[in-house]
C-alpha cells in the first residue's frame, strides 16, 4: 500500500508514475477526492463533539443551579435538546466517514507500487532488459525434446492419473521423478541455509484474508487464490511461501538489532490460473499446485537495493551449481508484480522449447507490503518506529527446474544425466543408474 500522504502532497508526480504501470489518472484523483472528504469529516466531527462536550457542561451547570433558581429548568431542557441534534448529527456523520474510509481503504489497495527510478518504463515484457547471462546453450547433437516427452518417456512423471486425482493442471511425480524433486528441494535448502545464511521455517500452508491482504493478494487477486472454510472459518490456500513468510512479523516493531531477517521455506503454492488457460497448459510448465523454494527478507530501508541484488545472485547459484544457462532480466514498468518496486526474473534456457523461460523472480517491495502488514522496526528505544522493506525471490521454482535439467541433460535416446551437485542426495536411491562417475535416469 502505498503512503497516503502521496496522494495529498505529490498527486501529480504520483499520476505520472502510476501511468507507467498503466494506473489511470482517474482512479488517483478519486483517491485524493476521497482522501480530502475523509479529512473534511473528520474535522466536521470534531467540531461536534466539542460543541456536545461544551452543551454538556452547560446543561451541568444548569442543573446545579435548579435549586436555587428553578427557572433555569426549561433553559436546561432546551440544552439537553440540542445535545441530542448535536449527538445525532454526529452519528450521520460518524456513518459517512465510515462509509468513505471503506471506498478509500478498497480503492487504496487496488493500487500497486511505484517502480523504482532504475526500472525502463514499458507496458510489457518487449520492454523488458537483458542485465547478464550465464552460461551458453549446449549443442545437445541431436533434436531435443521437450520435458513431457522425456518425462513419459522415462515413466518419471504421470499426467494421466493425476487428472484423475484432481483434474487438469495437477501432476504425479514417481519413482526417480519423485526422489529428484525431493533432491532439487534439499539441495536448495541446504544452499541458502548453510552458504547463504538464511533461516529455514515451516510456515503454514493455509492462511487468512489478513495475511493474504499483507502481501497483497488480496482483495486485487481473489480470483487466483484457492479458498476454504470450515466451521466459517475462511482461509486461502497459499499461492508461494512469500505470503507467511513476510507475515512473520506483521503487527510488530523489530529492534534494528535483530536486523535483516532472511527467511527460507519449501512450500507447495497453489494458484487457480485464473484467466489463462489456453497458455502453457502443457506439462509442468502452468500448474495449479506446483513445489517453490522461497527467499523472502526483511531489511531497514536503506539497504534494500543492495539486499535485492544480493537475493539475486543467492538464486542464481542454484542455476549455476546445476549447470543450468541462465539470463537476468530486469523487468519494465509494466510487466513487474503489484507489490513491487523493481524486480529480476532469472530464466533459464529450456532446449526442448527453444526459448528462456522464467524460474526466478526477485523482488524489492520497498515499503508497500510492510505498510499493509504493519511490519515495523525501530532503531533507537525511543525513536519512532519506521517502515521495513521486504524482498522476496523464488530460490527456486523446483518444478521448472525439474525441467530445465530434463531438457538440457538428456540424451539422444532421452536418458538424463544428474547434475554432479545433486549426487549426495540421489546416490543409491531406486530408479537411477551410476555410469562411472555419472547418474542417468535411464529408460527400463
Not at 48 to 69: H, Y
Not at 198 to 220: D, H, S, W
Not at 405 to 412: G, H, K, T, Y
Request: glycine share 8%; proline share 5%.
Amino acid at each position: 500500500m502505498l503512503n497516503p500522504s502521496y496522494f495529498r502532497d505529490n498527486l501529480d508526480e504520483l499520476k505520472t508514475r502510476l501511468q507507467k504501470r498503466g494506473v489511470a489518472s482517474e482512479l488517483v484523483d478519486q483517491i485524493a477526492m476521497l482522501s480530502e472528504q475523509r479529512r473534511k469529516l473528520i474535522s466536521e466531527v470534531e467540531v461536534l463533539q466539542s460543541k456536545r462536550n461544551k452543551v454538556s457542561k452547560e446543561i451541568g451547570q444548569l442543573k446545579g443551579k435548579l435549586k436555587s433558581d428553578p427557572s433555569v429548568a426549561e433553559l436546561a431542557d432546551q440544552k439537553v435538546i440540542e445535545m441530542r441534534d448535536v449527538g445525532d448529527e454526529i452519528q450521520k456523520q460518524e456513518a459517512i466517514k465510515k462509509e468513505t474510509e471503506e471506498k478509500l481503504s478498497a480503492l487504496t489497495l487496488s493500487v500497486p507500487n511505484l517502480p523504482h527510478e532504475s526500472v525502463p518504463e514499458g507496458v510489457d515484457e518487449t520492454a523488458n532488459q537483458e542485465v547478464r547471462k550465464w552460461g551458453e546453450p549446449k549443442d545437445l547433437g541431436f533434436n531435443p525434446k521437450d520435458h513431457v516427452d522425456v518425462s513419459d518417456n522415462l515413466g518419471i512423471i504421470d499426467f494421466k492419473r493425476s487428472g484423475k486425482l484432481a483434474g487438469a493442471r495437477f501432476s504425479v511425480y514417481r519413482g526417480a521423478g519423485a526422489t529428484l524433486e525431493r533432491a532439487l528441494i534439499q539441495f536448495m535448502l541446504d544452499l541458502h541455509t548453510k552458504k547463504h545464511g538464511y533461516e529455514e521455517v515451516i510456515p503454514p500452508f493455509l492462511v487468512n484474508r489478513e495475511t493474504m491482504t499483507g502481501t497483497g493478494q488480496l482483495p486485487k487477486f481473489e480470483e487466483d487464490l484457492f479458498k476454504t472454510g470450515v466451521d466459517e472459518r475462511e482461509l486461502f490456500l497459499i499461492p508461494t511461501a512469500e505470503v507467511p513468510l513476510t507475515n512473520l512479523y506483521a503487527n510488530e516493531i523489530i529492534d534494528t538489532s535483530d536486523l535483516p531477517k532472511y527467511f527460507t521455506a519449501y512450500t507447495p503454492c497453489f494458484r487457480s490460473e485464473a484467466g489463462s488457460y489456453g497458455k502453457d497448459t502443457r506439462g509442468l510448465i502452468r500448474q495449479h499446485q506446483f513445489q517453490k523454494v522461497e527467499l523472502v527478507k526483511l531489511v531497514e530501508p536503506e539497504k534494500s537495493f543492495e539486499e535485492l541484488e544480493a537475493l539475486t545472485q543467492n538464486a542464481e547459484k542454484v542455476l549455476q551449481l546445476l549447470e543450468l544457462p541462465y539470463r537476468v532480466m530486469l523487468l519494465c514498468s509494466g510487466d513487474m508484480g503489484f507489490g513491487a518496486t523493481k524486480t529480476y526474473d532469472l530464466e533459464v534456457w529450456m532446449p526442448g522449447q527453444e526459448c528462456y523461460r522464467e524460474i526466478s523472480s526477485c523482488s524489492n517491495c520497498s515499503d508497500f507490503q510492510s505498510r499493509r502488514a504493519k511490519i515495523r522496526f525501530r532503531k533507537a528505544k525511543d525513536s519512532k518506529p519506521e517502515l521495513v522493506h521486504t524482498l522476496n525471490g523464488s530460490g527456486l521454482a523446483v518444478g521448472r527446474t525439474f525441467i530445465a535439467i530434463l531438457e538440457n541433460f538428456q540424451d539422444s535416446e532421452g536418458n538424463v544425466k544428474i547434475p554432479s551437485v545433486l549426487h549426495g542426495y540421489i546416490k543409491g536411491a531406486p530408479g537411477f543408474t551410476q555410469k562411472g562417475d555419472e547418474i542417468w535416469i535411464m529408460k527400463g
